[in-house]
């Protein structure tokens, strides 16, 4: 009996030895070869930590591949969704959507041709920006931090991708500093993306990518792949003297790549979601649109028929939230006060006026005909020329309170922009204001799209929220030019007030800069669009 029951405790004993192994995932392994590639035997040595290693990726040329060992997500649609969406519009976004199902049934391959062909196709070349302006925040956010490290010790490093370059190629040179990228080039005819990639160049060899004559330099190259997945670019990773491999498990496990370790800030993106777009969160995002544009116009409609006290307790009930810190000293003055906050959102000026419960006056150098409309407070249009905006704005507060945003353009992340010193320069007591806006779905601002739908966006949002502190009032002799004190002076304080407030980072950068990097102009508004 005993010598009967032998075979099965093998079987049981063999069993849980394989699943113990399959429960260790987190392991990577080298890959060496005896003498030459083409030999074809390895050597396959177990090490326990990715940090283990690090040291042995100094001042080497690193071959690695950009999906499956830098980011954690280990599916693609979500990059692919912000292309259909942002570049193609919402009905080639619900189309990919919906033939999601049938993406998951294919290989990678194919299902990477198929998402190409819908987010691509008929897309004009010259005005894709979504790999610039967009995609760049999301990747980074998928960034995992033990890979990440582990990359950045490289000397010279070839990010080797299956997405198309340009989806992956400004975010790996911009923000991570990936001197070299290769990825599937797309087919264009007549300007227009045709929706296919060109075959992969297997020719296309490290020494022509990197050059021969820093080539010449590069003594050790490194491979840096995934674990049981095929090797893209194969022709690449024959180079490398090493290989080594990443399981998805471990991936899993990697830390998300904090914002202060970003080798370059991410201060601008454009852009509507503001969701990872999953195929769970798209989903819901479809369901909640068609109600969300009745809540939307229900909110508008609100806000400009009834009266402000009336029409706060029904808004905050919809879902808006409005939270305000005031100074202890109250703020009072028989003339008109300039007040002076940072730029999140257009509403911003209605929100103020709304904290204050009193009505304001907003000027602004760039507003849409549509939100000049629907504005519930007055408003009034700068022109750029310096010396009659001085002038508007000298009238305006002989004839009340007056806000202006001296960033003169909106910023989603946590920097301020340079201040315009205009402000400063009024004979009016200037009291600073710190504004923040918190949105779930949608952001409202854009740089590239229609202006007038911003406010509309905005409250589409199921509880958008503003977090609004007024700050104490500068004293007169800070803002006084008879006592020395410059405009530029009194702006830089105001906005180094502020960024305190907030948490905020100041920065130089202008709103040019701003619209130079996320839609290729200087954000001159014509007709409700940003040229």
């Not at 693609?76 to 259909?84: K, N, P």
């Not at 809540?295 to 029409?311: D, V």
């Not at 940072?342 to 006026?353: A, E, K, M, Q, V």
Request: aromatic share 12%; charged share 25%; glycine share 6%.
């Amino acid at each position: 009996m005993a010598f009967e029951m032998f075979p099965f405790k093998a079987l049981v004993l063999l069993s849980r030895y394989i699943l113990r192994r399959l429960r260790n995932p987190r392991s990577l392994y080298r890959k060496v070869s005896s003498n030459s590639h083409s030999s074809g035997q390895f050597k396959l040595q177990k090490y326990p930590s990715l940090n283990q290693r690090s040291s042995e990726f100094t001042n080497k040329t690193l071959v690695f591949d950009v999906e499956n060992t830098l980011l954690k997500s280990t599916s693609l649609f979500s990059y692919f969704m912000l292309v259909a969406f942002e570049a193609g519009g919402i009905f080639r976004a619900l189309f990919l959507l919906l033939l999601y199902p049938f993406i998951c049934f294919v290989n990678e391959e194919m299902g990477v041709k198929m998402m190409v062909m819908v987010c691509f196709f008929g897309i004009k070349k010259d005005s894709f920006r979504v790999g610039r302006a967009v995609l760049p925040k999301f990747f980074l956010e998928d960034v995992g931090f033990e890979g990440f490290e582990v990359l950045m010790k490289g000397s010279v490093r070839v990010g080797v991708s299956v997405l198309p370059r340009v989806m992956v190629e400004s975010f790996l040179k911009d923000y991570l500093e990936i001197e070299f990228v290769v990825g599937r080039e797309l087919k264009v005819c007549k300007g227009y993306y045709v929706g296919l990639m060109e075959e992969k160049d297997d020719g296309l060899a490290l020494e022509e990518i990197i050059g021969e004559k820093r080539m010449d330099q590069c003594f050790d190259v490194v491979g840096v792949k995934c674990l049981n997945k095929p090797l893209n670019h194969d022709h690449l990773f024959s180079h490398c003297k090493d290989i080594y491999t990443v399981s998805e498990a471990e991936r899993r496990n990697w830390h998300d790549l904090p914002k202060e370790f970003y080798p370059k800030p991410l201060i601008f993106h454009d852009g509507r979601l503001a969701i990872r777009p999953t195929p769970f969160a798209i989903f819901a995002v479809f369901m909640w649109v068609p109600f969300a544009t009745i809540f939307a116009i229900f909110r508008i409609f609100i806000a400009l028929t009834l009266p402000y006290k009336i029409s706060t307790s029904i808004l905050a009930f919809s879902g808006l939230r409005l939270r305000v810190k005031k100074p202890n000293t109250p703020i009072s003055t028989t003339n008109g006060l300039l007040y002076v906050c940072n730029h999140r959102t257009l509403l911003d000026p209605l929100y103020l006026s709304t904290a204050l419960g009193r009505p304001l006056t907003a000027v602004t150098y760039s507003l849409s005909r549509m939100s000049e409309i629907i504005a519930p407070i007055k408003t009034v249009r700068l022109t750029r020329d310096r010396q009659q905006d001085s002038n508007i704005m000298e009238k305006m507060l002989s004839q009340g309170d007056l806000v202006v945003c001296p960033e003169g353009t909106t910023c989603r992340e946590p920097y301020l922009l340079r201040f315009s010193p205009l402000f400063a320069e009024m004979k009016a007591e200037v009291v600073p204001v710190a504004m923040d806006a918190h949105v779930s779905m949608f952001h409202g601002t854009t740089a590239s799209g229609l202006k007038c739908l911003d406010p509309l966006f905005f409250l589409m949002n199921p509880f958008p929220s503003y977090n609004v502190e007024v700050l104490n009032k500068l004293s007169r002799s800070s803002t006084c030019r008879d006592d020395g004190v410059s405009s530029l002076d009194v702006a830089n304080q105001v906005q180094k007030d502020l960024g305190d407030a907030l948490g905020f980072e100041c920065t130089k950068l202008t709103r040019k800069d701003k619209y130079l990097i996320l839609a290729g102009n200087e954000g001159i508004v014509k007709n409700g669009h940003k040229s």
